[in-house]
């Protein structure tokens, strides 16, 4: 069965202490793999695509790569403003799109 | 702000009445997507569009029927609410990748 896999689910972090989120998943024939941020009581908001092992995108304190297995989002000194659930989608060479369960991060200053 | 709105934004109903929820884009794009987002099951797509018209099934997609007769515009509905619908409903547009924009949501109670 086709799988992604987000850990950890949750993450508290203080403020400037960088970290990487982890998005897993099981299956060959990638199409792309896809971060979103989600604020509470708001839809997800894109970040970055990735498409093929060995890419990297950069916005701001995040840096996005990519293995044939699995995608880290790496956050550089977060911020207070960088709290939000991180989701992790992956396009399937079926045309499905599968989401991870998301990571939800707590930045104190 | 990709330009797409939904309505109502939070709606309390009651098991067995019917609902209609409404998305609205101005981007033109040919897909629009409706989800549902629950604790423990992440988001999960309940039906989506590839044109006018044309509609297709995800993978929650008992219960619900969805319309398209604009391109601007992608109804879902609910024939006869049960309480497992309570759920936070998103709808969102694209061009066929998975670089999605999504609306701000639609909260529903179904008592």
């Known amino acids: 069965e086709d799988q992604v896999t987000q850990s950890p689910e949750a993450l508290r972090l203080q403020e400037g202490e960088s970290s990487s989120l982890n998005c897993s998943y099981t299956?060959?024939?990638?199409?792309?793999l896809f971060w979103y941020r989600q604020d509470p009581g708001k839809g997800p908001e894109f970040l970055f695509t990735l498409y093929s092992a060995g890419e990297e995108k950069e916005k701001e304190r995040l840096k996005a790569t990519l293995t044939k297995k699995e995608s880290f989002l790496h956050i550089t000194a977060p911020k207070p403003e960088d709290s939000a659930t991180y989701l992790c989608a992956v396009h399937w060479h079926t045309g499905k799109l599968i989401f991870g369960q998301g990571t939800t991060l707590q930045v104190k200053p | 702000d990709a330009g797409i709105t939904q309505s109502p934004r939070h709606k309390v109903t009651e098991t067995g009445t019917p609902v209609t929820l409404r998305c609205h884009q101005t981007e033109n794009h040919r897909y629009m997507y409706w989800y549902r987002q629950d604790p423990g099951h992440g988001l999960r797509l309940i039906h989506y569009s590839y044109g006018v018209k044309d509609t297709d099934k995800g993978e929650v997609s008992d219960g619900y029927s969805v319309s398209r007769s604009k391109t601007e515009d992608f109804l879902l509905t609910l024939e006869s609410a049960t309480s497992s619908q309570t759920s936070v409903y998103f709808c969102?547009?694209?061009?066929?990748?998975?670089?999605?924009?999504f609306g701000e949501g639609s909260r529903l109670t179904v008592l």
């Open positions: 969102a547009i694209g061009g066929g990748s998975g670089e999605l924009f």
């Open positions: 299956v060959s024939g990638l199409r792309g």
